[in-house]
């Protein structure tokens, strides 16, 4: 059963029951999950967190950003919009400054645990490298820039609040299915976009070489597709591996799965995933990379995105 804690401005907790209606969003390339409910109207005062629940199970903690009281001839009504713990990181600036080798542990000490959230990795890495936080640049972005150099992965704060600068990988897995073996889902929508996958990344890793190292997607260039970038990794010590994650991040975003399914799958972003469907077979090395929840008077259904898991590609000497 969905349950509701509202933190009013002077600390009071305030619990409701299920809303009215419900949006709860979550996808791996926006930092802030959002939320959207609306109640019946009751006296909370100025709010400025929400938690929601499903029985003990943790949905969604935030920060309040807007809250409306409306009074008609149809009710009286309490609106609520909310973001993810992100939503410090984004709001805020980052101090200027510049890194010489930082770690893991002093990018989340300086950047993310004023703010309240806690980190769950273990792995304090180092990345060998200068890092320069210039004005302007948020905590969200001084973060993001660590964990892309460092890792070559986009950080996640989940639904629990809690950091993971890998993104939101998960142990679990959950297959979908037509046929009775899995969750059943209601609608499937299928995606191929060959315009957003590179076939090749031409670097430049020396001032006094010419871009002479390929690294090359394979299996773009073997399907006929021809977009090729140009990489200057003259300041940067793993060019490779930067070229890597541009191949990586554009046959990711060529190719999704879209779900529609009766009730609350929340649970599942980062899972590794499986579909199985009478039209299109078993189609594998997928994981969620994104969730849409909708709680009406008619039901709930959650709108699943699925995309594939990322393969390493080669490169040569020209």
């Known amino acids: 059963m969905l349950r509701f804690v509202m933190t009013d401005v002077s600390g009071t907790e305030h ?3 299920a809303p009215i209606a419900l949006n709860i969003r979550m996808d791996e390339g926006v930092p802030a999950d959002d939320l959207y409910a609306v109640f019946a109207y009751t006296d909370v005062g100025e709010l400025r967190a929400i938690r929601a629940y499903d029985d003990d199970r943790l949905l969604f903690t935030g920060v309040v950003d807007e809250q409306e009281h409306l009074f008609s001839e149809n009710g009286r009504f309490l609106r609520i919009s909310a973001r993810s713990l992100a939503a410090h990181l984004l709001d805020n600036e980052a101090m200027p400054r510049v890194y010489d080798h930082p770690s893991a542990s002093l990018i989340y000490e300086r950047h993310v645990m004023p703010y309240g959230i806690a980190w769950a990795d273990s792995d304090d890495a180092t990345y060998f490298g200068e890092q320069m936080i210039t004005k302007g640049m948020s905590e969200w972005t001084a973060l993001k ?3 892309t150099s460092c890792y070559s992965m986009t950080p996640r704060i989940g639904a629990d609040g809690v950091l993971r600068m890998k993104g939101a990988s998960s142990d679990n897995r959950i297959v979908f299915s037509d046929s009775g073996d899995g969750v059943a889902y209601l609608e499937l929508r299928e ?3 060959r315009c957003e996958e590179i076939s090749r990344v031409n670097i430049k890793v020396a001032d006094t070489e010419g871009y002479r190292f390929m690294m090359d997607n394979t299996d773009a260039i073997e399907r006929g597709i021809r977009r090729e970038r140009y990489l200057n990794a003259v300041l940067t010590s793993t060019p490779m591996t930067c070229a890597d994650a541009m191949i990586a991040s554009g046959k990711a975003a060529s190719y999704s799965l879209t779900l529609t399914c009766a009730g609350d799958l929340l649970h599942c972003m980062g899972n590794s995933a499986e579909v199985v469907s009478r039209q ?6 997928l994981y969620v990379s994104g969730l849409s929840y909708h709680l009406s008077a008619r039901g709930d259904t ?5 995309k594939r898991r990322n393969s390493i590609c080669g490169y040569q000497d020209m």
């Open 145 to 147: 820039n660590f964990c």
């Open 15 to 17: 619990l409701t029951g």
């Open 191 to 193: 995606s191929k976009k």
């Open 280 to 285: 299109l077979g078993t189609l594998g090395d």
């Open 302 to 306: 959650t709108t699943v995105q699925l």
